[in-house]
Every structure is written in structure tokens, then in C-alpha cells.
């Protein structure tokens, strides 16, 4: 069982920027492939960005990039968001997620992932 914890989210305002922290309680975290979920009010929890196993190759939604990086610790545990130029619409919860290493590994697809954290909120304000 691999636990998640997010950190870093609050209140900013347009244009901010915030990093989210995810660290795992997994020793083999560099055998997980991560990714980074939201959910906005009244809608679906969608894919934002995800970062292979190994680390190396990410992955982005179309509508954060360029504004927002993945990144990994594999030495902490750990994997962050990186979110510059903060929309109004970027407002949600932002959820962590480890998915086992594969030969497939399915990045955006949300059933794909074994393992979620609680969320950290992010609120954009304009």
C-alpha cells in the first residue's frame, strides 16, 4: 500500500504561482509512474500532468502547458507541480497518484493509477 500526501496548495491570486509537493511513503517510488489529477467544482477529475517511472519523460494536458512542470525526487519520495501563471480556471483540488511501473504504462487515464492521495486545494482568485 503506497500512501500519498499532498502539500502546497492555498489561495493566490491570477498570475501567482505554487508549487504542490507529493511525497510517498513507498521506498520503491522510482518504480511508479506519477501523475497529477484535479477536480473543479461540478466537474470530472481530469488528467494535468504525469512523469514516467524512471523519471525523464512527462506528460502534459493541453491546457496547462507551458505554465505548469512535473517534476521528481526519486532520493525523497517525491513529485512535484510546478504551477506558474495561475488561471482562475486552474481553481480545483489537485490530487496525486502513483501508477506501477508497466510495460504500458497509461499516464492520462485516471484508472490507470493504483494509488491517490487526499488532495490539496488551489484557489485562484482574479
Known amino acids: 500500500q503506497v500512501q500519498l500526501v499532498e502539500s502546497g496548495g492555498g489561495l493566490v491570486q491570477a498570475g501567482a504561482s505554487l508549487r504542490l509537493s507529493c511525497a510517498a511513503s513507498?521506498?520503491?517510488?522510482?518504480?511508479?509512474?506519477m501523475g497529477w489529477f484535479r477536480r473543479a467544482p461540478g466537474k470530472e477529475r481530469e488528467f494535468v500532468s504525469a512523469?514516467?517511472?524512471?523519471?525523464?519523460?512527462?506528460y502534459y494536458a493541453e491546457f496547462v502547458k507551458g505554465r505548469f512542470t512535473i517534476s521528481r525526487d526519486n532520493a525523497k519520495n517525491t513529485v512535484y507541480l510546478q504551477m506558474n501563471s495561475l488561471k482562475t480556471e486552474d481553481t480545483a483540488v489537485y490530487y496525486c497518484?502513483?501508477?506501477?511501473?508497466?510495460?504500458?504504462?497509461?499516464?492520462?487515464?485516471?484508472?490507470?493509477?493504483?494509488?491517490w492521495g487526499q488532495g490539496t486545494q488551489v484557489t485562484v482568485s482574479s
Open positions: 513507498e521506498d520503491t517510488f522510482s518504480n511508479y509512474a
Open positions: 497518484a502513483a501508477q506501477r511501473r508497466a510495460y504500458y504504462n497509461d499516464y492520462t487515464n485516471r484508472a490507470a493509477y493504483n494509488y
Open positions: 512523469v514516467r517511472w524512471g523519471g525523464g519523460a512527462t
